[in-house]
């Protein structure tokens, strides 16, 4: 996730484009850059580090064009450095280019391109549009974007600007946001509507496929064969804080929401088309993914419950056996660990300083270690052998929910990798589980439309001081993460417990009064969670149920509320379970009025032990 912005007008365009990027960092903040068209060509200026380090070398040698593209990144393919800053350029410096989303066949092109003689200033997926539009040069500069457009595949929202043509910008969207201003004599583009709102409320949204043409008095918007398309605009009236939130109250809400495009994006080019997993950026040799024998899982807060689940994700589908860890207790229990041990540091930020001195603890054992993390370039990433990214963009709110669910994605992911690689489950099983792992973005979607029911039925608990969440196997881990959640955002007290262990004391807690929320999404459990659900009800606890579509009937009899998500397979369910978990949390922490994206005593990054 980056942020893109682009004008077009009679305006220094720096001072249209510095501000955009601002309002932008929120989709990504480790290196920015602008490209500006102006009396002496085509010029850009870019930095790795924040805007305030782009606004310094800027100010130090200033640039001038009234057409330009900025950029602020949150990497994907390469590291955070400015030379992988966009803009990118082509070989002789005539097109610039912004991109935000993924390249998928970036390497395939960039092999021809270089055997063609092309020369890469970066490693990212990006350049290869620069210098595919250079070997357009012929071409209007809006054919040779369409041209390209059918070439690259995967998410692109991009932005194109050429020295022969100085008055104009050629974007086109796939899959990535791209929305665009239209001012009076000039017009923006953007990422997303906060980048330009202090200009213009009057905004086109692009749809997928379309190449949009801009110059300072037109906007035209075409398909890839150059047909035009209608233009529908719309008048905003949102203020520039809640643009930022993308009309939510809050990030969390937002975040919540965004689950989908971030499991979406997660998933992109790691499952090719016959079903079989690829982590190309794994660079782990398969004779050590044969040669391993045991798994640890090493995390902190919300990634601990990432974790749990990928204990039973990796024993069920490997039979390797697997521990797990809470990372701040790792070390100090003098864990058995050799080279034949793989760990799995998870940590969404991967600065977590717990985290970090766990893994560093595991390699001085000769263990092998892969980093899962949101973070491109991290500590984690830096200090593993081998790195996993989930791609959700920067999460703001400081309770964790996109960076969960897509943990939870790509633990399974890499579960069934391990199997794939090791022989160990069955292709069949495998491309079943792998099918309803790509039909997560949909699932997802669905679990949240149950937003509604659960305001309503939580508008009753904004004073209950008791909350239980209880689950077996797969459904444990959900359970943690939904009493987690209201913990932090809702200062409540909030038990997470294996529903079978409550008769060996916590029962006695249960009385009148008592929220008890039952997760049950894990068939071969289900029944027993069932009895046990009916134990909490006899104790007068006030009994929620959380299920899958069609089991709604079995849990009637000892449910005051019904929560049914949408099915999946085995383990891959519970990601559809933790939605409606999210949202509990989200809405008592409404009712009582606190703020949920900065919960008091709580950071986002923990770098203390
Ligand atoms: C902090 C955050 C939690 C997060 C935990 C681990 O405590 O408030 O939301 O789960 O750190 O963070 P990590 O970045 O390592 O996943």
């Given at each position: 996730m980056c942020g893109i912005v682009g004008y077009v007008g009679p305006r220094a365009a720096l001072d249209v484009l510095v501000p955009g990027l601002e309002g932008l960092e929120y989709r990504g903040y480790d290196?920015?850059?602008?490209?500006?068209?102006?009396?002496?060509?085509?010029?850009?200026?870019?930095?790795?580090?924040?805007?305030?380090?782009?606004?310094?070398?800027?100010?130090?040698?200033?640039?001038?064009?009234?057409?330009?593209?900025?950029?602020?990144?949150?990497?994907?393919?390469?590291?955070?450095?400015?030379?992988?800053?966009?803009?990118?350029?082509?070989?002789?410096?005539?097109?610039?280019?912004?991109?935000?989303?993924?390249?998928?066949?970036?390497?395939?092109?960039?092999?021809?391109?270089?055997?063609?003689?092309?020369?890469?200033?970066?490693?990212?997926?990006t350049e290869v549009i620069a210098h595919?539009?250079?070997?357009?040069?012929?071409m209007d500069l809006a054919d040779a974007v369409r041209d390209v457009m059918k070439l690259a595949d995967g998410s692109l929202a991009i932005a194109v600007v050429r020295t022969d043509e100085p008055k104009r910008i050629v974007a086109a969207r796939r899959g990535s946001p791209l929305v665009i201003g239209r001012g009076d004599g000039e017009n923006f583009l953007a990422s997303d509507i906060p980048a330009f709102l202090r200009h213009t409320k009057k905004v086109i949204a692009v749809d997928d496929d379309r190449v949009v043409d801009l110059t300072a008095e037109s906007i035209v918007i075409t398909d890839l064969d150059g047909n035009e398309t209608p233009i529908s605009e719309r008048e905003i009236e949102w203020d520039l804080e809640a643009a930022e939130k993308g009309g939510y109250p809050t990030f969390m809400l937002k975040e919540i929401n965004e689950q989908?495009?971030?499991?979406?994006?997660?998933?992109?080019?790691?499952?090719?088309?016959?079903?079989?997993?690829?982590?190309?950026?794994?660079?782990?040799?398969?004779?050590?993914?044969?040669?391993?024998d045991k798994v640890f899982v090493i995390a902190c807060g919300t990634s601990y419950h990432a974790a749990m689940m990928a204990k039973y994700a990796i024993e069920r589908w490997t039979r390797?056996?697997?521990?797990?860890?809470?990372?701040?207790?790792?070390?100090?229990?003098?864990?058995?660990?050799?080279?034949?041990?793989?760990?799995?540091?998870?940590?969404q930020s991967g600065e977590t300083i717990d985290t970090l001195a766990a893994i560093r603890y595991a390699k001085a054992q000769g263990a092998t270690v892969v980093g899962l993390s949101n973070v491109v370039d991290s500590a984690l990433a830096r200090d593993a052998d081998a790195v996993l990214y989930t791609r959700c963009g920067p999460e703001i709110g400081v309770a964790?929910?996109?960076?969960?669910?897509?943990?939870?994605?790509?633990?399974?992911?890499?579960?069934?990798?391990?199997?794939?690689?090791?022989?160990?489950?069955?292709?069949?099983?495998?491309?079943?589980?792998?099918?309803?792992i790509k039909e997560l973005p949909q699932t997802v979607e669905r679990a949240l439309q149950l937003e509604d029911q659960i305001r309503g039925m939580t508008g009753e608990w904004a004073d209950t001081r008791d909350f239980f969440f209880l689950g077996r196997a797969g459904d444990f881990p959900v359970a943690m993460?939904?009493?987690?959640?209201?913990?932090?955002?809702?200062?409540?007290?909030?038990?997470?417990?294996?529903?079978?262990?409550m008769k060996h004391g916590p029962i006695s807690l249960i009385e009148k009064g008592v929220v008890v929320i039952g997760i049950a999404t894990d068939s071969h459990v289900r029944a027993k969670t069932l009895s046990n659900m009916e134990e909490m009800k006899a104790r007068g606890g006030t009994i929620v149920m959380v299920v899958e579509e069609g089991d709604e009937d079995e849990v009637a009899s000892v449910a005051d509320h019904v929560i049914a998500v949408p099915n999946s397979p085995d383990l891959i369910c519970i990601v559809n379970a933790v939605v409606p978990l999210q949202f509990l949390a989200y809405h008592i922490a409404n009712?009582?009025?606190?703020?949920?994206?900065k919960p008091r005593n709580l950071a986002k990054t923990v770098t203390v032990e």
């Open positions: 290196s920015a850059g602008v490209a500006l068209i102006g009396a002496g060509g085509l010029t850009v200026t870019k930095t790795a580090g924040r805007m305030a380090d782009l606004v310094a070398a800027l100010d130090a040698e200033p640039i001038t064009g009234s057409v330009g593209i900025g950029h602020t990144r949150w990497a994907t393919h390469g590291a955070p450095t400015t030379g992988n800053a966009h803009p990118h350029r082509d070989c002789d410096g005539t097109v610039a280019v912004i991109h935000n989303g993924i390249v998928e066949n970036w390497a395939a092109l960039r092999a021809k391109l270089i055997a063609n003689g092309h020369e890469f200033a970066s490693d990212t997926d595919l539009v250079e070997d357009r040069a012929d989908p495009t971030a499991i979406t994006d997660t998933l992109r080019g790691r499952i090719d088309g016959t079903g079989r997993i690829e982590f190309s950026e794994l660079e782990l040799d398969n004779k050590i993914i044969r040669m391993i390797l056996p697997v521990e797990i860890d809470i990372a701040s207790e790792f070390r100090y229990r003098d864990p058995v660990l050799d080279d034949r041990s793989l760990v799995i540091g998870i940590s964790a929910t996109k960076t969960f669910t897509t943990q939870l994605v790509m633990l399974q992911l890499f579960g069934l990798y391990l199997a794939q690689n090791r022989g160990t489950l069955d292709p069949g099983t495998i491309g079943n589980l792998v099918a309803a993460e939904g009493a987690l959640k209201l913990k932090e955002i809702a200062y409540v007290r909030a038990e997470g417990y294996p529903a079978g262990e009712a009582k009025g606190l703020d949920v994206d």
